[in-house]
């Protein structure tokens, strides 16, 4: 059975995406730590990131590097951290998430967002990706 990252990748149920290729898709989290929070989930569908191939995980994280450029330049942040956790959905995905401490980490402070907020934040996100 596909996963949720699986049916967002397939254009299934909505995503709001800031990139996407042949090999992953970023969009927002449903549930951010932070403003800006972005998933970067190859569609390749594995639930370990260990058992991706080693070209997969090389794009994903050159992805969510390029990523991490750009939110900070559009959100406060100390830094962009990246995390490979994966508990809560069987699907490989790396966070990548602007912070002020690893305190932002927590995903006990998730918040889920309207639609409205995750459209306008992704927007911001694509137009300086465009900038970049």
């Known amino acids: 059975m596909a996963t949720i990252f699986t049916k967002i990748l397939q254009h299934e149920l909505t995503g709001h995406f800031v990139y996407e290729d042949e090999v992953c898709g970023a969009f927002l989290s449903i549930a951010p730590l932070k403003d800006g929070h972005v998933l970067v989930v190859p569609r390749h569908e594995v639930d370990h990131w260990l ?7 090389a794009h994903c994280f050159q992805v969510a590097q390029n990523i991490g450029k750009v939110l900070m330049k ?3 942040a100390r830094k962009v951290a990246l995390m490979v956790a994966g508990l809560e959905v ?12 690893e305190a ?3 995903f006990a ?7 409205e907020k995750l459209q306008a934040c992704a927007e911001l996100i694509r137009k300086a990706m465009r900038n970049n």
Request: proline share 9%.
């Open 109 to 115: 402070n998730a918040q889920e967002v309207g639609s």
């Open 104 to 106: 932002d980490l927590n």
């Open 51 to 57: 058992d991706l191939e080693s070209e997969e995980i």
């Open 74 to 76: 559009v959100f406060p």
């Open 90 to 101: 069987p699907h490989a995905h790396i966070h990548v998430v602007p912070i002020q401490s």
